[in-house]
């Protein structure tokens, strides 16, 4: 369920900010991002599985406070991110 150590790297190289970034906020969107679309495809096929829909909403929602955050001290950056994440908001 959760990202291998090699895709979370991979996520980790093409989104952070400085060279020893790991959890800005454009990072942990671009993270949670990806757990979000693996989530989906799962819940798409075990459409029965609540404590994951359960997981899914609690992180979407996460994303959204993240992203409001975002907004509000960068609003270009912001729509840096969305747009290169493929995220409609």
Do not use: C, F, W
């Amino acid at each position: 369920m959760s990202l291998s150590a090699t895709q979370k790297q991979e996520v980790i190289t093409s989104y952070q900010v400085h060279e020893t970034d790991t959890g800005s906020a454009d990072l942990q969107v671009a993270l949670l991002t990806t757990r979000i679309s693996q989530l989906t495809g799962h819940l798409q096929q075990n459409p029965k599985d609540h404590a994951s829909r359960r997981g899914l909403l609690k992180m979407i929602g996460r994303r959204r406070r993240l992203l409001s955050y975002i907004n509000s001290k960068d609003s270009q950056r912001y729509q840096d991110l969305i747009k290169r994440l493929g995220i409609r908001r």
